[in-house]
């Protein structure tokens, strides 16, 4: 199973933010189990660092990002997927590029806390507790 983690998820874990940590961590054991595999966009990364950074420092930020890309595979964001993310019915350009991404790439499942902002992707988006719950009904 293919996961795409959205910026809000990698933050949770980054910075600690409770009470959403635990099921985001969940996850991340998961994809370092190797049993789903765990993707970000190219374009979340400078987005992680810029607010990991104000809240924990520059060291901090760089060494999270290094730990994260141990983990996770980064999907490219290239002229084609801002073209349609552009041309999108998105109203958050950011989404917008995730879920086109997504699309590209063949996610199964968007996993964020802003599952509302995604009703437009052609790509399930869920929640963390949500997958959670559906990966351990589906055993």
């Keep these: 199973m293919r996961l795409l983690l959205d910026t809000n998820i990698i933050l949770d874990i980054a910075l600690n933010r409770e009470p959403h940590y635990k099921d ?15 993707f970000i966009t190219a374009t979340t990364i400078t987005d992680i660092y810029y ?24 999907i490219g964001v290239d ?19 995730q879920s086109v991404a997504s699309s590209y790439n063949n996610i199964d499942f ?16 869920v929640s963390p507790t949500d997958f959670l719950v559906h990966i351990k009904t589906k055993k």
Excluded: M, P
């Excluded at 002229?79 to 590029?97: G, H, P, Q, V, Y």
């Design 24 to 38: 985001s961590a969940n996850i991340f054991k998961k994809i370092d189990n190797k049993s789903i595999y765990g």
């Design 51 to 74: 607010i990991a950074k104000k809240e924990k420092g520059h060291v901090s930020a760089i060494d999270f990002l290094f730990n994260l890309i141990q983990i996770v595979d980064v």
């Design 79 to 97: 002229r084609e997927i801002i073209i349609n993310s552009l041309n999108s019915k998105f109203l958050d350009f950011e989404d917008a590029i």
């Design 110 to 125: 968007i996993i964020t806390r802003n599952t509302k902002d995604f009703s437009n992707s052609e790509i399930k988006a």
